[in-house]
């Protein structure tokens, strides 16, 4: 019995093994908080538009239609031309909020036909809106005008990101033309 004392000393110790292996990553207590995603510019878009046609007033709320006459496409993931024959959808609630749904092509510079639809939001302190919608140039952090771009690309192509990424947009209202700095969500 020479060897009982080593393992005595040996059993006592084990717990603390045992301890110190359920430490693992694997093992480890998760987290309830999530990572925030970064957001990287993909694109930037300058969306021509026409004269907005007005069609009046549907279960109170101004509704119009603002045709895409065309535009560019640049970015680090991106370039290429808007389309002429796309619309934005647009109807303004009594507060001045332009509930927005657009709905566009773009050729990218590989010749590839990308179809855009892009619901968001636009609104401000009404005498903002009013100088955007007498063509003035406004501050866009005067206002707020965010979208919520999808893309309906083909799914074996070189675009095909295009169509399982999440992006934001950031945009601002000028006379002739809407810019849109679209971010991917990562």
Not at 23 to 49: F, G, H, K, N
Not at 62 to 71: D, E, F, L, S
Not at 110 to 120: E, F, K, M, Q, R
Request: glycine share 10%; charged share 20%; hydrophobic share 40%.
């Amino acid at each position: 019995m020479p060897d009982t004392l080593p393992r005595r000393t040996l059993l006592k110790a084990m717990p603390g093994f045992a301890l110190a292996g359920a430490a693992t990553p694997a093992m480890a207590v998760p987290s309830d908080t999530l990572a925030t995603p970064p957001l990287t510019l993909a694109m930037r878009l300058r969306v021509l538009i026409g004269t907005p046609q007005e069609l009046g007033t549907v279960d109170g709320v101004r509704k119009r239609v603002i045709p895409i006459t065309g535009g560019s496409v640049d970015g680090p993931r991106l370039t290429g031309k808007i389309l002429p024959g796309g619309a934005d959808w647009q109807s303004i609630r009594p507060d001045g909020t332009a509930d927005i749904l657009a709905r566009y092509s773009i050729e990218a510079s590989d010749g590839a036909i990308l179809s855009i639809v892009n619901p968001g939001y636009r609104h401000g302190p009404a005498p903002v809106l009013g100088r955007i919608a007498a063509g003035e140039i406004v501050d866009p952090a005067l206002y707020y005008f965010r979208t919520t771009p999808r893309f309906e690309v083909a799914s074996d192509g070189p675009h095909a990101w295009l169509g399982r990424t999440v992006f934001l947009c950031t945009a601002a209202r000028y006379r002739d033309h809407v810019r849109l700095d679209i971010f991917a969500v990562g």
